[in-house]
């Protein structure tokens, strides 16, 4: 099957690097997106996501004229959709999948699909989602036809192919990984498959789009039950008065015990929400993936507690002071380390329910985002971090990035501080 034109719908932390490196294999790909500062900073050849290398690829994609950005769907061979899946903020729980974004984007692609193209779902998506937006398709376009009514026959060919990168290393991941793929029928994971061997040069495995869709929520379950324990392990060592930074690296001395690092919760749009999906389908199931996401989702409450232990210490050696008087340092504010997402940042959590509580001065690092989302930490100063430790009574250490790992510990130790990922310890 012959791809000349392929489009992106959804041009962020997936989307760009996907259409950036399908547009470096010269090959014609339109980015779609509705955001129009993102489309306008496209065509100019620039980005307006930090992850290393895509600035490159995208310049010279879109100066060789592979890549080109609009805020409306155009005809392609192939669209690829990878919007966001966040949560309901509507339901009761707030733990149900809104699937209205990629309802969104398979309505505006419907307008200008034709027989023989191929639609792939990015997102990652509760189990059914795939077909829900085949659905959604042929509702759109009943003059076509889709594989939940003819099969092998059918005009349009549906896939679900889950990303699985890491931030920070995403354009090289797109390329080396191994992609799971799932096609609605064979032919379909057969049109799928070829369209990614334009750029993977990992394995291809087919499978059902059920079972793609749910080894991406399988995957991100398996690692936060893990960092689950690492967590619950901090919060029963700091009760028992043990380094659990030194508790750990013994433990995992063992051959067959590899436990990871614990830190203030976890972040993300993937780990921090793909467990409450399969949750979501199956709540009597799920005790274990249920039990691990409340550990993670648990710990940001108990740093807000070790933050508010730390002002009453403060307080007790300095009985002339109050709280007002008190400077509280948060460094780091995204998910993980040396990137600007913020997505689900248990960091960005913590920073916020500090400036609500605390009456006092309150300061934010993040060395890797040149302003924050709108009405975001409105009440916080943003400081470069030598600045911030030269003012800070109580400093936070959220996020291990490569500036906070230099800092010198003779300038730290003025001030109190809570170490939430052992960038301190032991130095």
């Not at 500062?37 to 060789?64: F, Q, S």
């Not at 903020?89 to 699937?99: F, I, Q, R, S």
């Not at 933050?307 to 948060?330: M, Y």
């Not at 380390?337 to 913020?342: E, H, K, T, V």
Request: net charge negative.
């Amino acid at each position: 099957m012959k791809f000349n034109t392929i489009s992106v719908i959804g041009l962020g932390y997936i989307g760009l690097p996907t259409a950036a490196v399908i547009a470096s294999r010269r090959k014609k790909v339109i980015g779609v997106d509705v955001n129009q500062h993102a489309v306008e900073t496209i065509n100019r050849g620039d980005i307006h996501i930090v992850e290393p290398e895509l600035d490159i690829i995208v310049h010279a994609a879109v100066k060789e004229g592979y890549l080109r950005a609009t805020t409306e769907p155009e005809p392609a061979d192939a669209f690829l959709i990878a919007v966001p899946t966040p949560f309901n903020a509507e339901n009761g729980n707030g733990h149900v999948p809104d699937l209205s974004y990629i309802e969104a984007a398979s309505k505006n692609i419907a307008q200008v699909l034709k027989k023989g193209d191929l639609v792939i779902l990015e997102s990652t998506s509760p189990v059914g989602a795939t077909e829900q937006m085949a659905a959604w398709l042929a509702e759109a376009r009943p003059d076509l036809t889709f594989p939940q009514t003819y099969g092998e026959e059918s005009d349009i060919r549906v896939a679900h192919c889950p990303e699985r990168v890491l931030p920070g290393h995403v354009v090289r991941e797109l390329v080396e990984n191994d992609r799971v793929i799932g096609g609605m029928t064979a032919k379909c994971s057969e049109a799928a498959t070829a369209l990614y061997k334009i750029f993977v040069e990992g394995e291809c495995i087919t499978t059902t789009a059920r079972t793609a869709e749910m080894a991406k929520l399988t995957e991100n379950s398996f690692r936060d039950v893990n960092i689950a324990f690492a967590n619950e392990l901090s919060i029963i060592c700091d009760k028992l008065d043990i380094n659990v930074w030194e508790l750990i690296r013994l433990a995992n001395r063992h051959p067959r015990v590899n436990i990871l690092q614990p830190g203030p919760g976890v972040g993300g749009h993937c780990i921090a929400v793909d467990p409450w999906f399969i949750v979501s389908e199956t709540p009597e199931e799920a005790r274990l993936i249920r039990t691990a996401r409340e550990v993670n989702d648990g710990k940001p409450q108990w740093v807000i507690d070790k933050v508010n232990e730390a002002v009453g210490k403060f307080l007790s050696h300095h009985p002339e002071k109050t709280a007002k008087d008190v400077t509280i340092a948060c460094f780091g504010l995204a998910f993980k380390p040396d990137i600007d997402d913020l997505r689900e940042s248990p960091a960005l959590k913590i920073a916020e329910e500090i400036e609500r509580n605390h009456p006092g001065t309150n300061l934010v690092v993040e060395p890797n985002v040149e302003s924050l989302p709108c009405g975001k930490l409105m009440k916080s100063m943003i400081l470069n971090h030598d600045d911030a430790l030269q003012q800070a009574d109580i400093i936070v250490l959220l996020v291990d990035h490569k500036e906070f790992k230099k800092i010198e510990m003779s300038i730290v130790e003025r001030a109190i501080v809570i170490d939430t990922r052992g960038v301190f310890e032991g130095r």
